[in-house]
């Protein structure tokens, strides 16, 4: 069963940083894409960045230039680094694993909380 675990949420100002992880079991990490996704309240949910198995990486236009997504397939984690938080960077984030192409499988964690204060 594939789980993933999220960590790094928090409470920060406008212009600061934070870095999430997320750390996978259950699964071949290096067979999976990795990506991170948002959902911010009343809003549906959003793709923000992902890293490809061959290390390909894709982002979001609102985060480019600021979030950096990578991943570590000896420690079957992705981290996403967030530079230069803005206020609508507020939203609860989730770590995605994807399988099978584009009719594929997907796997969610079960978020973690940022909150940015202008």
């Known amino acids: 069963q594939v789980q993933l675990v999220e960590s790094g949420g928090g409470l920060v100002q406008a212009g600061g940083s934070l870095r999430l992880s997320c750390e996978a079991s259950g699964l071949i990490f290096s067979n999976h894409d990795m990506g991170w996704y948002r959902q911010a309240p009343g809003e549906q949910r959003e793709f923000v960045a992902k890293v490809l198995t061959g290390g390909w990486t894709m982002y979001a236009d609102s985060v480019k230039g600021r979030f950096t997504i990578s991943r570590d397939n000896t420690k079957k984690t992705v981290s996403l680094q967030m530079n230069g938080l803005k206020p609508e960077d507020t939203a609860v984030y989730y770590c995605?694993?994807?399988?099978?192409?584009?009719?594929?499988?997907?796997?969610w964690g079960q978020g973690t909380q940022v909150t940015v204060s202008s």
């Open positions: 995605n694993a994807h399988w099978g192409g584009a009719l594929g499988s997907n796997a």
